[in-house]
T-cell receptor
Framework: GAVVSQHPSWVICKSGTSVKIECRSL??????MFWYRQFPKQSLMLMAT?????????EQGVEKDKFLINHASLTLSTLTVTSAHPEDSSFYIC??????????????FGPGTRLTVL | AQSVTQLGSHVSVSEGALVLLRCNYS??????LFWYVQYPNQGLQLLLK??????LVKGINGFEAEFKKSETSFHLTKPSAHMSDAAEYFC???????????FGKGTHLIIQP
């Protein structure tokens, strides 16, 4: 159980275009999803926290108008990189937190999406 | 606020030797701690987690970690390294389930034949 998928697994786009990445929880309902970014040979950095039905909360330094997050259902969150530029090339990883009552709610990670902007 | 420090960006051990990857954390609330492994061009795989139960946590692939509050540490160990253990390892902390994870910079584990 607790499987999270991402689509696409990799994407190459031209500078100035927009790219949408999907994150789905396949076998559980995720009230909260997180988006992380990982540059080559670096660690993961939290970009934003997305709660179903409400606006995402962005970490300091992350442009909300550039990285649009939509969490319209309990199983789907999308990240749209608008007007992508080469410096946005990175590995984007989402995680989903199951909704349970009491206790600690673990995050489950997707396999990541490799974005390359030419 | 939370932070994680992983000592040693690269660790090299011989096959069959003890693996020790160090992680120290800082947290203003009781922490939840994790170790993840990442193989090249892949996502994260959870090795083990500490969520305020037993301080010695056993994970997959023979790894274990011990939560030491007095030392603010959560070091990862494995008694005998295998070639397949070569990968990037990340320690992470969160203050609660509603928060995202704060990751350390990672430690690249190299296994010498």
């Amino acid at each position: 159980g607790a499987v999270v998928s991402q689509h696409p697994s990799w994407v190459i786009c031209k500078s100035g275009t927009s790219v949408k990445i999907e994150c789905r929880s396949l076998d559980f309902q995720a009230t909260t999803m997180f988006w992380y970014r990982q540059f080559p040979k670096q660690s993961l950095m939290l970009m934003a926290t997305s709660n179903e039905g409400s606006k995402a909360t962005y970490e300091q330094g992350v442009e909300k108008d550039k990285f649009l997050i939509n969490h319209a259902s309990l199983t789907l969150s999308t990240l749209t990189v608008t007007s992508a530029h080469p410096e946005d090339s990175s590995f984007y990883i989402c995680s989903a937190r199951a909704h349970t009552s009491g206790g600690f709610n673990e995050q489950f990670f997707g396999p990541g999406t490799r974005l390359t902007v030419l | 606020a939370q932070s994680v420090t992983q000592l040693g960006s690269h660790v090299s051990v011989s096959e069959g030797a003890l693996v020790l990857l160090r992680c120290n954390y800082s947290s203003s609330v009781p922490p939840y701690l994790f170790w993840y492994v990442q193989y090249p061009n892949q996502g994260l795989q959870l090795l083990l987690k500490y969520t305020s139960a037993a301080t010695l946590v056993k994970g997959i692939n023979g790894f274990e970690a011990e939560f030491k509050k007095s030392e603010t540490s959560f070091h990862l160990t494995k008694p005998s390294a295998h070639m397949s253990d070569a990968a990037e390892y990340f320690c992470a902390v969160t203050g609660g389930g509603a928060d995202g994870l704060t990751f350390g910079k990672g430690t690249h584990l190299i296994i010498q034949p």
